[in-house]
């Protein structure tokens, strides 16, 4: 690992490459970008491992496990190469050093716990929106789809509300 890590990417090359992996991926699958989808892939698995009946019963989570197996969607792999990218990239950087991050008034539990509870809000109102940041927020902007600004900005503005309040209770 470097002693020093190196600098991160300008923000203007960092949002032309993002923009060009985005039309790569329209171009290459036919779909945009998005991750919460292989969420509720991996929780159709689960379910069809854990309770197979139930799961194919299941009005939401059926469908996926009817069209075979659920891991094998091109969103799985999406996912699968993010996470594997995003470590490669934060070795060759020397930026990879785990830990919590956390305010001087907050224990690590109760960070990892605020962190838990905020994911899952964030995932369930992924899906009640039909999509996370990744794929409304930008495969829609890419589209100039209205939906995906207006989530944009309800995104933004609820996490800047969350943020506000709990660095006015933590800190």
């Given amino acids: 690992m470097n002693a020093t890590p190196r600098s991160y990417w300008p923000p203007l090359w960092a949002g032309i490459a993002l923009g060009l992996v ?3 991926t329209f171009m290459i699958t036919g779909h945009g970008l998005g991750a919460s989808g292989f969420f ?3 929780t159709a698995w ?3 491992w854990w309770l197979p009946e139930a799961t194919a019963n299941n009005a939401y989570l059926g469908g996926m496990v009817s069209q075979g197996s659920v891991l094998s969607a091109w969103i799985s792999w999406e996912v699968v190469g ?3 990218g995003a470590v ?3 070795l060759n950087s020397g930026r990879f050093r785990p830990g919590v991050e956390r305010g001087r008034s907050i224990s690590p539990g ?6 838990l509870v905020g994911g899952v809000l964030t995932g369930f109102g992924a899906r009640l929106a039909r999509g996370c940041t990744s794929g ?12 995906g600004f207006v989530f944009l900005m ?10 506000y309040l709990t660095r006015r209770i933590w800190q």
């Fill in 136 to 147: 409304l927020g930008l495969s829609g902007g890419a589209a100039l789809a209205v939906g």
């Fill in 22 to 24: 985005l039309w790569l």
């Fill in 88 to 90: 490669v990239s934060a």
């Fill in 110 to 115: 109760s960070r990892l716990g605020l962190a």
């Fill in 154 to 163: 309800a995104f933004f503005i609820a996490g800047f509300a969350v943020s």
């Fill in 46 to 48: 689960f379910g069809d």
């Fill in 40 to 42: 509720t892939r991996l």
């Fill in 82 to 84: 993010m996470l594997v």
